[in-house]
């Protein structure tokens, strides 16, 4: 599986940006797609995963500000974040492989989101 993410960039704190990840390859084998994120430092961690049903898991620190949606048609997820916060800036990593709650063996290439005034 081949993932291409998309739509990181510099915003403002209270700002909103939307993260695109395309899914090529042998997507018959995915059933979650998600976002991870690794801030200098730290550990990469589980940002939000969807299912091809539509089931969600959120990080709670984001939850109420980030959605994820998935477009299975497009074999393409979304991840819009509104009221970022400058804790949010760190490097965006999609994933995809079989639980909500783990990462996938297949990632994209990161795409960073800086939220600074």
């Known amino acids: 599986v081949q993932l291409q993410a998309s739509g990181g960039g510099l915003v403002q704190p209270g700002g909103s940006l939307r993260l695109s990840c395309a899914a090529s390859g042998s997507i018959f084998s995915i059933n979650a797609m998600g976002w991870y994120r690794q801030a200098p430092g730290t550990q990469r961690e589980l940002v939000a995963a969807i299912s091809i049903g539509g089931n969600t898991n959120y990080a709670d620190s984001v939850k109420g500000r980030f959605t994820i949606s998935r477009d299975n048609a497009k074999n393409t997820v979304y991840l819009q974040m509104n009221s970022l916060k400058p804790e949010d800036t760190a490097v965006y990593y999609c994933?995809?492989?079989?639980?909500?709650?783990?990462?996938?063996?297949?990632w994209g290439q990161g795409t960073l989101v800086t939220v600074s005034s």
């Open positions: 994933n995809a492989g079989l639980l909500l709650w783990s990462p996938g063996s297949s």
